[in-house]
DNA sequence: TGCACTTTGGCAACAGCGTTGCTTAAGTGG
DNA sequence: CCACTTAAGCAACGCTGTTGCCAAAGTGCA
């Protein structure tokens, strides 16, 4: 019966029209309490859990739970993988995710490099291939090259049943309609609906995705709790994802995340953007004066200001230049960060713990892959809204 | 039947322990349809909706709305209201929200005045009371000066179906427990727990916010489309509320919307709070200096950097200080906040309107009235996930 | 005036959801 | 070996939105 739904989520595979506020039935009913079900296995690992206990999770009772794991099992989606010891009457059945069921592939296109990425449904990835790239070059190579990786990935799972593609770019682009947007450097893009072009190219449903969303979006995988942290990215320039209760925050046009052009430094040295004291230019100057220590202060005023803003649990640091020396930078920016909070702090002075963002060079390839598989499971915070980026 | 549910948004009265996600079940199915339609309802106005229109843009079919709206007469909340010019066929019949059949409580309990509405289900204030107030007082004096000022709006509406009590307070605060944290300069309130306290004295469901968010909240409901904005509230202090995608933004702690002591200017002028180079401080001179022009500049770098960093759609300026000249304070906000975008701007440079926040010296108070409001109605964004502040 | 047509909205039957009551399965402990 | 406990499935159920059909209420043309 089951196995013959497109989607074992059950939402709907093109939302239409935006409306103001949608009402639900019946099959979005089931769709999200499947969805939530296969979050809720996918957080319990390899470790699985029982009936009852998704049933506590979840609010739904034992029953519901049975009927909507048995439908999973059909699928292939869920597998029964032994027993927990008895507590005095039945044992309990451990139902586990099987990661194999399906996959997604994850594509980070970098201005000189580009890596994928195959992940199962736990998120872990299966293969990786990784390549120099020029982003520079016409559209047609670009999505050439990035066809026969993707091909390369594919094959080594053969038999993996893909069910789309996360694409991470840099720059300004549109998550909704997947069209770049005047990318930094790069004027040839703008305007270029790369998702459509991408789809086509790959035959596969394709989300499109700012880079340090996608990392960022990987990152709160990770956080079990529905959470809510800054991802701050130090590469060839200073960028942010935001994960708000759980979700990535795009804003209204995907334009959310410009952490490095925040002023800090009122009528301060001009920064290549046409603004004054911004503090990338600031930390950028400090980095090529080989001030690591200095570029980690100003970031963790930076970092300061986002806290006391958005009122995050944590800060997480990424980028090719943090990577370099993560220890100088981790440490600066808690250091920094935690001085101006304390300062502040009459009595309360909570500290925001700061670390390195797991995870490594494959972050945002392994993120945008999570963009995929975030169809399949619940929302952490708002069901039936669902993740933005709408398959 | 329906007349005997207790609250007819279905939504449960307490949550219980937070879950990670949770599953839903039919009566929440229901409780949402209603939600979602009461919605409508609402942002139709005066001109009410059709059956159809609620339909098409609830994504229900029309013999669901019918049902729906059915069990809404029942309860007394819609009616019907005319007949719309008819097409060719049977004119649609008009449905409208019955304004008067539930009423809230807001309550601004400000440093040296408090402000009470009784608002109905529109929104709109049938009864306002204001009145000096000493919060340094001890709580007993407070609570009882509120009771008595709540006890005047009921009076002045006698039959009004009083659901609830938003309580917008200053300071940092805990809305899930309704507990006060470390009101500045007032040591006293520190851990007092003011939703528990005015619930017993009031015998009604209270929930309490922050001011800035409360009057957040009330400016989200002019605003249709679930848009997102940042508020700026510059009074005896610098602070804002956000709103993104429709709702409410807090952070884990209720301690979003700390706007005032953004560092924009490194090692500046020591700010009250410990800190140097906080936009209050500098913004606060300008004003004691006379110079609002300056403080509007200082202003808008902050609303750029606010801007930038959460892609809002516009930015809405309050407090005392802003009502008391608002056209230098929108004007010089606009301005430099324009200065700051279009500088970035290659190509885009997409402008973001400034505004004086309507409602004028009771928004606050009508804010925290929609705050209760608001459980009657569908979240414009996660429809299951409701409102933060469960009654 | 009358008839054809269009559109709205209610009625009744229906499929599908989670829930409830009960039964069976599968252990522990005396 | 039996009493007890806990887990999980089966069947009936209540309730949801959906579908097919029909009455109501208009318009427009003959």
Redesign the interface.
């Known amino acids: 019966m089951s196995s013959e739904n497109p989607p074992p989520s059950g939402r709907p595979v093109s939302d ?1 029209p935006a ?8 099959p979005l ?1 089931r769709g ?2 499947a969805a ?2 296969l ?2 296995l996918r ?1 319990a690992g390899e470790g699985g859990v029982s009936r009852l206990e998704l049933a506590e ?4 009772t034992p029953q ?1 739970v049975s009927k909507i794991t048995a439908r999973l099992r059909e699928d292939g989606l869920a597998a029964e993988a032994g027993r927990r010891a008895s507590t005095g009457g039945k044992p309990r059945t451990v139902l586990r995710l099987v990661p194999g069921a399906r996959h997604a592939i994850g594509l980070h296109l970098d201005r000189d490099e580009s890596v994928t990425v195959l992940a199962d449904l736990a998120g872990e990835p299966v293969a990786v291939r990784r390549a120099p790239l020029d982003l520079g070059a016409g559209a047609p190579e670009v999505l050439a090259a990035a066809a026969a990786q993707v091909a390369e990935v594919r094959a080594a799972a053969p038999e993996a049943q893909v069910i789309g593609a996360g694409v991470a770019c840099p720059g ?1 682009l549109d998550h909704r309609t997947g069209v770049l ?2 990318v ?1 450097g790069l004027p040839q893009w ?1 305007g270029y609906p790369l998702r459509a072009a991408l789809a086509e190219q790959l035959g596969l449903p394709v989300v499109l995705d700012k880079d340090t969303n996608a990392a960022a979006h990987g990152l709160a995988q990770h956080a ?5 942290f800054g991802y701050l990215h130090l590469g060839t320039g200073l960028g ?1 994802g ?1 994960v ?2 759980g979700a990535v ?11 490095g ?6 009528d ?1 040295p001009p920064c290549g ?3 004054r004291g911004c503090i990338e230019a ?1 930390c950028l100057a400090a980095v090529a004066a080989g001030d690591p220590a200095e570029a980690a202060r ?1 970031l963790g ?1 930076g970092a ?3 806290v ?6 944590r800060v997480l640091l990424g980028g090719r230049t943090v990577l370099g020396d993560p220890d100088t930078y981790v440490r600066g920016v808690a250091a920094s960060l935690d001085g ?1 909070l304390r ?2 702090g ?3 002075a ?1 500290s925001v713990p700061v670390m390195a963002a797991p995870g490594g060079p494959d972050a945002v390839a392994l993120g945008a892959a999570h963009l995929v598989l975030a169809s399949l499971f ?8 669902g993740p933005p980026p709408v398959i």
């Open positions: 239409g409306r103001y506020a949608s009402g639900a039935n019946l009913l999200h309490n939530v079900l979050e809720l957080a999770r979840s609010g739904l519901a300004p947007h005047r930094t703008d079990r709790g529905a959470g809510s942010a935001l708000l209760g925050h795009r804003g209204a046009r995907t334009g959310a995340g410009e952490f052009h925040q002023v800090v430094q009122l301060g953007c046409g603004k600031l100003v005023v300061a200001n986002l006391e803003l958005l009122d995050v649990d101006q300062a502040r009459s009595g309360g909570r619940g929302a952490p915070q708002g069901p039936f809204a």
